[in-house]
């Protein structure tokens, strides 16, 4: 990790690239480690100089490698965009889901909707909603 940051610093893409990829599929570090590692390697790509010189190789095997990492961290949007841009188009839904899905829960249980909604049907839920917003 301290390699590819180092070539990256340097302006030298091409081998930073490599050796985060080689990190990655390499490394025995603590998940929290290999987050803070995929961080910076995110961080890097952010560099035009960076971003303009990956191929479509380097994308599809390091943007899936930095995916999984996000996905620890339940980065899960970052993740589906790194599987999509890696090439792993039904992992990018699978992960895209699995965000949603989590943004759904917390604004239900945020406006606390989920405790009051009797019906187990989509239409008993929606007669439930109908009847709280009559006056």
Do not use: W
């Amino acid at each position: 990790m301290f390699a590819a940051s180092a070539y990256s610093r340097a302006g030298n893409p091409v081998q930073a690239l490599q050796m985060f990829a080689n990190y990655f599929k390499t490394t025995c570090y603590a998940m929290e480690i290999q987050i803070r590692a995929a961080n910076e390697c995110y961080n890097a790509l952010q560099n035009p100089q960076i971003s303009a010189t990956i191929t479509e190789a380097q994308r599809h095997e390091l943007f899936p490698l930095l995916a999984e990492r996000f996905e620890r961290a339940n980065h899960h949007e970052l993740a589906a965009q790194l599987f999509r841009g890696g090439g792993d188009l039904v992992r990018a839904g699978e992960t895209f889901i699995i965000a949603r899905g989590a943004t759904m829960l917390l604004r239900t249980a945020s406006s606390q909707l989920m405790p009051t909604i009797t019906g187990s049907s989509v239409r008993n839920c929606q007669i439930e909603l109908a009847n709280r917003n009559s006056p």
